[in-house]
């Protein structure tokens, strides 16, 4: 057993020492404990006697061994190859540099081995973390967020760490969840804060793999800590990220409030919900002239738009945000455009009350033109805008039958956006039936489905008023030889 023990040591002491090609960095056991570990690797097993001659000293390698082995708190000098310099630590410090090392040499091997296309590497590397994480929980998540924050490891690798630390903090099912929060909290504050601060330092990565991975790990981390009152300056933290001119911090950080936003209870973050907007729709607005950031902005701005409630009752904040939306659905960026109409969608849906000024001065038109993209995921979500007019007036008018059944007066009012807008919307939504793809796969959502979709919520919204415009197109069609028109006019 005491054999195996050493023979244990001395393959980790080599594993760590002299590893050129680990990350492709030269330096890797040069450096900080690593070094440490290298002098104390010459003290063992390269002594020389007074005139310079190679010493076999078997007593004096188990000896040192042993002490290494209990961790003894004993002092030794190790001294540096040109004698110009020395360290006096204990065997118990050499030995948790040794551990400390060794789990990160071997948690980019193991990270690796999930990203392998053998199937049976994969398997024995995901067992390898389930393991690490079941016999050493703090150091399985430190030693992940150093492969995270690791400058010189390789973009898969580092999200790879990022995903599994994200993973020991996460779950669907609400009782896992639960556990998985409890089992967080108990790791002491100095583990937690080093894992907190690593995250946050890779925020500012060059990487965009890693700091997605980041911003993840953090929204976790803060769905846990800030309902517990903890961590109370992230928030502060993330905001003064997104004033630096670094431009990957700022994404990353915006980026980062956008999942906290998805992800936490408003209610927790109501109390900073005018700094988080202020900071959102400056990166949102037109005079950015990164898209990189506006995407990042107007994400964010989406996954807050439930917490901002007073913000939306006060008139002059409320004109900058919709401001902001609709003008970004006017980007040169696509990716900009399909997140500004998805932010319409979703306040139609929140505060369609607040919304009759606004659909009167822009959204009639914007939205219809939006229908009409060439870009399919900018017209889904323009579509999808009136599907949730029609939605949000359908109920209304059946808390109006409920409520003068009762002889109450009802709480919402039905604006009929939907009525008024027929003209234009109706004539768009049987053009865009006629844009089936016959090479489409039966689950695949694509514009003339979610036109059919749109129009038969129209129908429910507008009842009677929709038969008259349809018919003619029904007429028209029925019997057109292409088969798309045929098939369109079925559907209407």
Partial sequence: MGNGRLVRLMCKINFITERAENDMDPE????????????FR?????LVNENGHPVADMAHVIGNLNKLDAGSEEKVMLMSRDEKSCLVVSYNEIKRCIEDAFRELLASEILGGTLSPDARIREQATRALESAESENFPQYLLSLTQELANEAGQAPVRSAAGIALKNALTAKDELLQEQHAQRWLQVDESARSQIKQGTLVTLGSGNRQATTAAAQTIAAIAAI???????????????????TPNTSLKIASLQTIGFICETIDPNILSTQSNTILTAVIQGANSEEPSQEVRFAAITALLNSLEFVNENFNNEGERNVIMQTVCEATQSPSSEVQIVAFECLVRIMHFYYDKMSFYMEKALYGLTVIGMKHEEEKIALQAIEFWSTVCDEEIDIQIEESNAYELGETPDFTNFHFAKIA????????????TKQDEDADEDEWNVSMAAATC???LAQAVGNDIVAPVIPFVEQNIRNPDWHYREAAVMS
Avoid: A, C
């Fill in 28 to 39: 890797w056991s040069e450096t900080g404990d690593r070094y440490l570990i290298k002098l």
């Fill in 42 to 46: 010459d003290f063992v097993f390269h």
């Fill in 225 to 243: 800590e800030l309902p517990q009152g903890q961590w109370m300056d992230l928030i502060t933290t993330l905001l003064q990220n997104i004033s």
């Fill in 422 to 433: 027929m003209p234009q919307v109706l004539p768009t939504l049987l053009f865009l039936l």
């Fill in 455 to 457: 129009l038969s919520l």
